[in-house]
Nanobody, 111 residues
Framework: QVQLVESGGGLVQPGGSLRPSCAAS????????MGWYRQALGKQRELVAT???????NYLDSVKGRFTISRDDDKNTMYLQMNGLKPEDAAVYYC?????WGQGTQVTVSS
């Protein structure tokens, strides 16, 4: 049974950076793609970034050029580097690999 454990959220000022991580326990099938989603208060969950098992990436238009999805296969961990954070980026961020979801990590952007 695969479990995903997230960390690395927090409070940051506008323009700041965070790098949430998502560590997987258990064996991850190599065919699984991965993604980061976010859900702001009162809004629907939206897809932020994806990476296929082959390494191709895709991003929500509003985060292109600021966010980068990556993975470390040796550590069974995926990351979301977030630079130039804006107040509208504030949300709970969730990782997903195949059908498995992380528990979510809160990102707050405020001065």
């Amino acid at each position: 049974q695969v479990q995903l454990v997230e960390s690395g959220g927090g409070l940051v000022q506008p323009g700041g950076s965070l790098r949430p991580s998502c560590a997987a326990s258990g064996s991850i099938p190599s065919i699984y793609g991965m993604g980061w989603y976010r859900q702001a208060l009162g809004k629907q969950r939206e897809l932020v970034a994806t990476m296929t098992n082959g390494g191709s990436t895709n991003y929500l238009d509003s985060v292109k050029g600021r966010f980068t999805i990556s993975r470390d296969d040796d550590k069974n961990t995926m990351y979301l580097q977030m630079n130039g954070l804006k107040p509208e980026d504030a949300a709970v961020y969730y990782c997903k690999r195949g059908p498995c979801w992380g528990q979510g990590t809160q990102v707050t952007v405020s001065s």
